[in-house]
Each structure stands twice: as structure tokens, then as C-alpha cells.
């Protein structure tokens, strides 16, 4: 039996057991996340652009997942890696969900998964599709294991066997995306390429195939996520917002948000951040 001091935490129909994941992991993902319904529900939700690729482990039924691309149609997935997204989607799930949420840096995913994260901006993929039967193998031992604790030490263990084999990124590519996340998305592409010693066009290019999104595009996401975090709290006017993400005015934050969230910041507001419970299939996304 595994002895990690993981939390259990009760979120009104939902449990959730939070760990940190091994030292070595966590420039790149903050905690591994098991959760599991109470009861079964079948729920839809709105899905946000955020900085961060996500991992779901399904160890319960397939999800019906919709991506902001419009060129790929949704479609039932099992265990999947959603890409960095500059838009909107949503899933519909049967209920009785259960399984495990990583929150993967883009860069940390391109290291983790061995791929240009270029590869699934706007999408998701099947995780045995960018893993191989591995990955199979993997969801297959977590479903099995006795405990919260000894599927966190599964992941430690898979994912610092694939922290050892994948490409790390460029020098400059991580210099860039750690000068655009410390400013929040407001440091500029020029300013970007001057720090670190590359062009413009060369840094856009670069920056896309492994981080998964421009560092324009990048930038934008985090200023919109930043908002939605302060949206959170409840303790800030629109307007003050606008004015702490460094948007032009109140008309412009809502503009972004119409356009990231598909909704207005009112409706965010009123309720659109938690799963709603439905009866309906995935026509009613």
C-alpha cells in the first residue's frame, strides 16, 4: 500500500483526492487530480481556453467532447490530451464520471509527450494515439490499482520515464514562454524576440510548433484566463478588470470574452464555471 499523504476533499457530489506529483514533474504540472461522482448524473459543461494542455485518465464511461476547432467533428473519447485551444468548447458526459485531471504546462507537454504540441492546438487526441499501447497499458493499471496513493506513484513513475526520453525544448522557446507567463500575456512578440536573440517571425514559428499556440495568440489566453480568475473571486468590478489585464476598456474585455468564451461575461458569471445536469445528449451543446 502506498504511504503518499494525498487529500481527499467532498465538492458536493463530487470527491476529489489532490497530490503533488515527484519533485522532477513539477515545473510542469502543479497536482495530480483523481475525482469521482457521488452519484450519476448525466452533466454537460462549457470548456475555457486556459494555459495549460489537459490530461483526463478516464477511468469511467467515454465523454462525448466538443473542440473549438470547426473542422474536426465531436466524437466520444476515453483517456485523450486536449491541446492549448484560442476557443471555446464543451463535452456531455453519461454520468459517473471518474478518473484523474493533470494540468500540463504547454512545454512540459511537448517534453512529456514527445510531440509538437502544434499538433493538437484546438483538438484533442486518444492518448494511445500519441503513446501507443503504453498508454493502454497505463489506464489499464490505474483502473486496477487499490488506491488514490499507488496511482499517484504509477503516474510518477510513467511520467518521469517519458520526462527522460522526450525532446526538450527550445532554449529560447522557454525563455519566451516564461517572459509571456510572468507578464500575464501583456509582454509583446518584439519584446519577446529582442530578449531572446531571435526574429519575430522565426520566434512565432518556433514558439507554435512547441509550445502549441503564437506567442501572440498565447499571450491572449492568458490575459482572458487572468480575467476569468478575478471574475472568480468576486471581488473586482468588469471595469477593474479590463483595466489589471491591460485591456483597452470594459467594451474590449467584453468583446474578448464573447470571443474566447462564447458567452458574456454576465453569463460566465451566472453560472457557466460548474457542470450543469441534463438529460439531454450531445445535441444540446
Known sequence: MSDRPFEITDQGGWWRARDRPHPALRPFLRSYVGYWERDVR??????????????????GPPLFLEVPDPGVQGREYGSFVAGMHD???????????????????PLGAYTLFGVPMARVTNTAVELADLLGPAADRLVERLGAAPGWGERFDLLDGFLLRRLEE????????????????????????????????????????????????????????????????????????????????????????????????????????????????????????
Open 42 to 59: 448525466p452533466s454537460r459543461m462549457r470548456t475555457l481556453p486556459t494555459r495549460t494542455a489537459v490530461v483526463i485518465v478516464n477511468l
Open 87 to 105: 476557443g471555446h468548447g464543451g463535452y456531455v458526459h453519461p454520468g459517473g464520471q471518474r478518473g484523474i485531471h493533470l494540468d500540463l504546462t
Open 166 to 285: 522526450g525532446p526538450d525544448p527550445d532554449p529560447e522557446v522557454a525563455r519566451a514562454w516564461d517572459l509571456l507567463a510572468r507578464s500575464r500575456g501583456t509582454a509583446s512578440v518584439a519584446r519577446l524576440a529582442d530578449e531572446v536573440g531571435w526574429s519575430r517571425r522565426h520566434l512565432t514559428h518556433r514558439f507554435h510548433e512547441q509550445a502549441g499556440l503564437p506567442p501572440k495568440v498565447m499571450g491572449r489566453v492568458l490575459r482572458f484566463q487572468r480575467a476569468v480568475d478575478l471574475m472568480r473571486t468576486g471581488r473586482a468590478t468588469l471595469s477593474d478588470i479590463a483595466v489589471a489585464c491591460r485591456y483597452y476598456d470594459q467594451a474590449h474585455l467584453n468583446r474578448e470574452v464573447r470571443a474566447l468564451a462564447g458567452c458574456s461575461p454576465t453569463e460566465l458569471l451566472a453560472g457557466r464555471f460548474e457542470p450543469q445536469f441534463v438529460t439531454t445528449g450531445p445535441e444540446a451543446l
